[in-house]
């Protein structure tokens, strides 16, 4: 079993920035893919980035430029560094992780972006 812990959400203003951190407790984190989700009120989740066990990296089209994942393995911790943030930035953030058959999910965190 692997435990996902999110941290960093608040309340911020339009134009500010929130750090997001998904702290892991799976041993050899390295072999993991992690990604972070987001679900807004009545819409589906979905994929705001992901990096790769070998440190590649995707972002959604709504956040290219305004959102940077990353990792340091070695403290087992996936961050999600968002600026310019949007009142449609409001949702709930998911961290996601996979390896082969396996797949976790974190309990979330809120992030609300007000005008």
């Known amino acids: 079993q692997v435990q996902l812990v999110e941290s960093g959400g608040g309340l911020v203003q339009s134009g500010g920035s929130l750090s997001l951190s998904c702290a892991a407790s799976?041993?050899?984190?390295?072999?993991?893919?992690v990604a972070w989700y987001r679900q807004a009120p009545g819409k589906q989740r979905d994929l705001v980035a992901r990096?790769?066990?070998?440190?590649?990296?995707n972002v959604a089209d709504s956040v290219k430029g305004r959102f940077t994942i990353s990792r340091d393995n070695a403290k087992k911790t996936v961050y999600l560094q968002m600026s310019s943030l949007k009142v449609e930035d409001t949702a709930v953030y998911y961290c996601?992780?996979?390896?082969?058959?396996?797949?976790?999910w974190g309990q979330g965190t809120q992030v609300t972006v007000s005008s």
């Open positions: 996601q992780a996979d390896f082969g058959a396996l797949n976790y």
């Open positions: 799976a041993s050899i984190f390295s072999y993991w893919n």
């Open positions: 990096i790769t066990s070998a440190g590649s990296t």
